[in-house]
């Protein structure tokens, strides 16, 4: 019976293998993801932020430009 428990060990060994590459391919997915969101919210902020600032400044088309691109991803935004 040594070739059974020979097996066994090495199909646990690669059951464990090729646990960690989809723990490691988890875990890299989800710092994309995380990375993507903030890379996201940093660009609508400033989208935001310019459209406001060109409305005041009385350039309403760059305005419009800026904040509807912060409208189409944000339309609950009262403001």
Do not use: K
Not at 1 to 11: I, L
Not at 28 to 49: E, F, G
């Amino acid at each position: 019976m040594p070739t059974s428990r020979t097996a066994r060990r090495r199909t646990i060994r690669r059951l464990t293998i090729v646990a960690a590459f989809v723990g490691v391919l988890a875990a890299v997915a989800a710092v994309l993801h995380t990375a993507n969101s903030i890379q996201n919210d940093r660009m609508l902020t400033r989208a935001r932020a310019e459209g406001i600032a060109a409305y005041q400044q009385g350039d309403l088309d760059r305005a419009v430009q800026h904040l509807s691109l912060y409208n189409a991803r944000r339309p609950g935004d009262p403001e």
